[in-house]
């Protein structure tokens, strides 16, 4: 619990001193390439890289991949997706949005040789700003997740924070 406080406590604190250097014009960018980097600074176990584009003035289409190390002996790859509605007068994709997700994990165990997959569904709230062409996405996930015996960590109810950084054009 005192790792979660961290990471909010961080990502609260970039989006307030990145609130008021966001600009009306930066809302002209359709396509963003992002990673979350809080798994290199923190001990959690899920890498996430995802390609956002603009599918109408006021929704996007974001699709990730995932690689989960370490749970429970268990290894992962997997992919997934969220449709954003933005709630804001900015143009997709940046400000303020929300959308359904989902998610899908292949979990391998070399050890014992045994695989399992894993389905998470649930919502997206996410704001995204832009610094010229950088682009950096707080990132609150609800996920209901099922399916794999062995992997309780993505079992039952879940709740991520995630702060995407990358490049947007």
């Known amino acids: ?3 979660l406080g961290k990471a909010l406590s961080i990502a609260t604190l970039i989006v307030l001193m990145s609130v008021s250097m966001v600009s009306k014009s930066a809302a002209q960018y359709e396509n963003a390439i992002t990673i979350n980097p809080l798994p290199l600074i923190f001990p959690l176990h899920e890498l996430s890289a995802q390609y956002e584009f603009s599918t109408s ?3 996007s289409l974001a699709i990730r991949g995932n690689f989960v190390s370490s749970i429970a002996d268990f290894n992962a790859v997997g992919f997934g ?3 954003r509605f933005f709630l804001t007068d900015e143009k997709a994709i940046g400000g303020f949005a929300v959308g359904p997700a989902l998610d899908l ?3 391998s165990n070399s050890t014992t040789n045994r695989s399992v997959t894993v389905y998470a569904f649930g ?3 996410s704001y995204q700003f832009f610094f010229s062409h950088f ?3 707080p990132q609150l996930d609800l996920r209901f997740g099922g399916g794999g015996d ?3 960590a993505y079992i ?3 709740i991520y924070l995630s702060l995407y950084l990358g490049y947007a054009w």
Request: glycine share 12%; no cysteine.
């Open 81 to 83: 997706g969220t449709y």
């Open 57 to 59: 003035r006021s929704n």
């Open 156 to 158: 039952g109810t879940n």
């Open 150 to 152: 062995g992997v309780t």
């Open 123 to 125: 919502a997206d709230a």
């Open 105 to 107: 994990f292949f979990f």
């Open 1 to 3: 619990m005192k790792l």
């Open 135 to 137: 682009a950096l996405q």
